[in-house]
């Protein structure tokens, strides 16, 4: 306890991380306002068809991510997805499109570039996603009065659904600003924070929604909430350790003498990470297994027994399936994000080599090799982390605390905090003081070559 106020005492008396605290917190609290104002002509006493849609699946993740402004008909209501689907894109580009690795490539200036490309595909996919939003609100609204805001009773595209995109589509590059001002000027991580946040938010909800669960029932059901907080602090530490956890290769270096100094001739290690693919896995398993259940709704064949496999989220062939799906797309992930080529060449430019394998197309061999046994346990981990709150809402916990069980959430939550600590960490170290733990520097999720 001691340690611990030295420790907030020694982050207040650092001026500049004192101030870049605040400044974010600040900046979290006009993005927290913004996602209770609702969007114009909607009246939030007729939401609650929408806020019981967002309780599971896709919408309920995006809920998630946004901190309920999706269901509060928010100027936030897309939240900062729009920009992680561009960015998951244009990522993607510049592993496989050569103009975009050869800007890749240029440092800096072609860091903007790609940065520039990235917000204007924001800008497109914000658009899009905001019609279709539109379309599911007035769909769910079925009953309940849409104001024109331009007065009048007729809603039509140019009075209403227009202008109202446009809003939602600047209020996702406003939430997208205010990431980068946290990034520059704050903590560090302004995206990565603005979706924790969301996520946090609506944490104290589903506490409080399993409290009051469980004080309906009668006999022992305090007893089953400390054996439920217990356990999700168990899951807690194995994300860390799956965020965390990586396999050392051994790096010789061979000896250069440039004038009179002597470089290299030690043996170093390259970080390789059980899981390299983070949770873009989960992410693209969970929209693939939404693919076909859309088109049957519109074919009219969601009352098939498939259908209904595939609909009922904690039924065995459905989170069989994801499961099988996350393990696939994690090594799909890892290979195109890590490339043992790349790592073989950089080595060899840099004088490194392996004990005991030879340069070239042994090293990347060897590489490949490790990639492929590495990640076989952190995929069949993350596919566990991944149907964890399917399992645990069999256990009769209710569906919005099983989300803080595994899923995308979690690791996201995990993560952040991590890489949080580690930017408070850094600011105290650099500046003489003990870190945040005496084992040693906290590890967020970086540490992948």
Same mark, same amino acid.
């Given at each position: &306890?001691?340690?611990?106020?030295?420790?907030?005492?020694?982050?207040?008396?650092?001026?500049?991380?004192?101030?870049?605290?605040?400044?974010?917190?600040?900046?979290?609290?006009?993005?927290?306002?913004?996602?209770?104002?609702?969007?114009?002509?909607?009246?939030?006493?007729?939401?609650?068809?929408?806020?019981?849609?967002?309780?599971?699946?896709?919408?309920?993740?995006?809920? &998630?991510?946004?901190?309920?402004?999706?269901?509060?008909?928010?100027?936030?209501?897309?939240?900062?997805?729009?920009?992680?689907?561009?960015?998951?894109?244009?990522?993607?580009? =510049?592993?496989?499109?050569?103009?975009?690795?050869?800007?890749?490539?240029?440092?800096?200036?072609? @860091?903007?570039?790609?940065?520039?490309?990235?917000?204007?595909?924001?800008?497109?996919?914000?658009?899009?996603?905001?019609?279709?939003?539109?379309?599911?609100?007035?769909?769910?609204?079925?009953?309940?009065?849409?104001?024109?805001?331009?007065?009048?009773?007729?809603? =039509?595209? &140019?009075?209403?659904?227009?202008?109202?995109?446009?809003?939602?589509?600047?209020?996702?590059?406003?939430?997208?600003?205010?990431?980068?001002?946290? =990034?520059?000027?704050?903590?560090?991580? *302004?995206?990565?924070?603005?979706?924790?946040? *969301?996520?946090?938010?609506?944490?104290?909800?589903?506490?409080?929604?399993?409290? $009051?669960? @469980?004080?309906?029932?009668?006999?022992?059901?305090?007893?089953?909430?400390?054996?439920?907080?217990?356990?999700?602090?168990?899951?807690?530490?194995?994300?860390?350790?799956?965020?965390?956890?990586?396999?050392?290769?051994?790096?010789?270096?061979?000896?250069?003498?440039?004038?009179?100094?002597? +470089?290299?001739?030690?043996?170093?290690?390259?970080?390789?990470?059980?899981? $390299?693919?983070?949770?873009?896995?989960?992410?693209?398993?969970?929209?693939?297994?939404?693919?076909?259940?859309?088109?049957?709704?519109?074919?009219?064949?969601?009352?098939?027994?498939?259908?209904?496999?595939?609909?009922?989220?904690? *039924?065995?062939?459905?989170?069989?399936?994801?499961?099988?799906?996350?393990?696939?797309?994690?090594?799909?992930?890892?290979?195109?994000?890590?490339?043992?080529?790349?790592?073989?060449?950089? &080595?060899?430019?840099? *004088?490194?080599?392996?004990?005991?394998?030879?340069?070239?197309?042994?090293?990347?061999?060897?590489?490949?090799?490790?990639?492929?046994?590495?990640?076989?346990?952190?995929?069949?981990?993350?596919?566990?982390?991944?149907?964890?709150?399917?399992?645990?809402?069999?256990?009769?916990?209710?569906?919005?605390?099983?989300?803080? +069980?595994?899923?995308?959430?979690?690791?996201?939550?995990?993560?952040?905090?991590?890489?949080?600590?580690?930017?408070?960490?850094?600011?105290?170290?650099?500046?003489?003081?003990?870190?945040?733990?005496?084992?040693?520097?906290?590890?967020?999720?970086?540490?992948?070559?």
């Amino acid at each position: &306890m001691k340690r611990f106020i030295n420790t907030i005492k020694n982050i207040w008396g650092i001026k500049d991380l004192r101030d870049r605290i605040l400044f974010t917190l600040g900046l979290i609290l006009v993005y927290r306002i913004g996602s209770y104002i609702i969007i114009p002509g909607i009246n939030s006493a007729d939401l609650g068809a929408l806020q019981s849609q967002t309780q599971d699946g896709v919408l309920g993740l995006l809920n &998630m991510f946004s901190g309920g402004a999706f269901s509060n008909a928010s100027i936030f209501a897309l939240g900062i997805m729009p920009y992680i689907t561009a960015s998951i894109v244009v990522q993607l580009l =510049t592993m496989v499109v050569p103009y975009f690795m050869k800007m890749q490539r240029e440092g800096e200036s072609g @860091r903007n570039k790609i940065n520039q490309i990235t917000r204007w595909l924001t800008v497109i996919v914000t658009i899009l996603q905001s019609f279709a939003y539109l379309a599911n609100l007035r769909n769910t609204l079925q009953g309940a009065h849409v104001f024109n805001i331009f007065g009048g009773s007729d809603i =039509t595209f &140019m009075n209403w659904v227009l202008p109202i995109s446009i809003l939602l589509t600047c209020g996702t590059m406003f939430v997208m600003w205010l990431g980068e001002r946290i =990034t520059d000027k704050g903590i560090g991580n *302004g995206i990565s924070i603005i979706i924790m946040i *969301g996520i946090i938010a609506r944490l104290p909800f589903a506490l409080f929604a399993e409290f $009051a669960s @469980r004080m309906e029932d009668q006999g022992g059901q305090l007893v089953m909430l400390f054996v439920e907080l217990i356990v999700w602090l168990v899951v807690i530490m194995l994300c860390i350790l799956l965020v965390q956890g990586t396999r050392r290769v051994p790096v010789q270096y061979a000896k250069r003498i440039v004038g009179n100094k002597q +470089y290299g001739g030690a043996r170093q290690y390259i970080p390789i990470k059980i899981n $390299a693919a983070g949770v873009m896995p989960i992410i693209f398993a969970q929209a693939i297994m939404f693919i076909p259940v859309t088109i049957m709704g519109f074919s009219g064949n969601a009352s098939s027994k498939f259908a209904q496999a595939l609909t009922n989220f904690d *039924g065995l062939w459905y989170n069989l399936i994801f499961g099988l799906m996350v393990i696939v797309f994690t090594y799909f992930y890892t290979a195109v994000a890590v490339n043992p080529k790349q790592m073989s060449d950089d &080595m060899k430019k840099n *004088g490194g080599f392996i004990p005991g394998v030879k340069p070239g197309k042994k090293t990347e061999e060897f590489f490949d090799n490790i990639l492929s046994k590495v990640t076989l346990p952190g995929s069949i981990f993350l596919a566990i982390i991944a149907i964890l709150p399917a399992i645990i809402r069999l256990f009769g916990v209710n569906s919005q605390f099983a989300q803080f +069980y595994g899923g995308t959430s979690l690791l996201i939550l995990v993560g952040v905090v991590l890489d949080t600590l580690q930017q408070i960490e850094s600011h105290l170290l650099m500046r003489h003081y003990d870190g945040l733990t005496k084992t040693g520097r906290i590890k967020g999720r970086g540490g992948n070559y």
